[in-house]
């Protein structure tokens, strides 16, 4: 999926607004964030309750046992993970708060305060945002990352986020990561492409412990 911006615009506004980000730019290369795209928000937010706080093998593993209990074309649907005993979700190996979270997903889809795709399409980021956290288990970041890599959103300034903060301060050098306000204030010159600086912050962590991307 194309980001619905310019890349090396993005790039060459950020590089004009922040010489300390343009150092990171320059050791990093091309912006490379990859847009995954997204199916329904209710698809993406099923997967996304499955793999909190676990390896990626190992939510995997559990989200492939999810789907098989949805047997046929359309898979796992709201009104289907409603009906889905909770036994045969715990036995897929979701804990009981995950299995309280996908049937209140699976709930607040059905009754609409999960919008449809071509609904989340035309909102706004803070819109989203307001609407998606209303879902049991489902958090700030975890609709954050979902507005940048599945909706490729120009402008998400994720500042909870460890990887960004840490790589604030790595570029800043400063001796303590920032506070939320402090990464706000700053991100404010990053407008309207926090998102490609937020990337560029996650790629100076990466730089600091040997990684090229």
Same mark, same amino acid.
Request: glycine content about 8%; charged content about 25%.
């Given at each position: ?7 090396? +615009? ?5 590089? /004009? ?6 150092? &990171? ?5 091309? =912006?490379?964030?990859? %847009? ?14 499955? =793999?909190?706080? @676990? ?6 593993? %559990? ?10 074309? /359309? ?10 005993? +909770? ?5 897929? $190996? ?10 209140? @997903? ?5 009754? $609409? ?13 803070? +819109?989203? @945002? ?6 049991? $288990?489902? $958090? ?18 994720? &500042? ?11 570029? =800043? ?14 991100? +404010? ?10 990337? =560029? @912050? ?12």
């Amino acid at each position: 999926m194309e980001p619905s911006f310019d890349p090396t +615009e993005a790039v060459a506004a950020l590089r /004009r607004a922040d010489k300390r980000l343009a150092h &990171v730019i320059d050791r990093a290369g091309p =912006y490379g964030l990859v %847009i995954q795209g997204i199916d329904s928000p209710f698809a993406a937010l099923l997967r996304a309750i499955v =793999y909190q706080q @676990l390896s990626g093998k190992a939510a995997a593993t %559990i989200l492939g046992r999810v789907q098989a209990l949805f047997p046929g074309r /359309r898979g796992a649907t709201p009104q289907g993970v409603l009906d889905a005993p +909770e036994e045969s979700l715990r036995q897929a $190996g979701m804990s009981r708060a995950k299995v309280a979270a996908v049937k209140d @997903l699976a709930a607040k889809t059905l009754d $609409g305060t999960v919008p449809t795709l071509a609904r989340l399409r035309k909102m706004s980021d803070a +819109e989203v @945002l307001s609407r998606l956290v209303q879902v049991r $288990g489902v $958090g700030v970041w975890t609709v954050e990352m979902l507005l940048m890599f599945r909706l490729g959103r120009p402008d998400v300034l994720p &500042v909870g986020d460890l990887g960004v903060r840490k790589g604030f301060m790595l570029t =800043y050098r400063r001796e303590e990561m920032p506070t939320a306000g402090e990464l706000l204030e700053h991100g +404010e010159r990053w407008r309207p492409y926090r998102s490609v600086a937020s990337w =560029y @912050l996650w790629r100076a962590v990466d730089l600091a412990n040997g990684k090229s991307k």
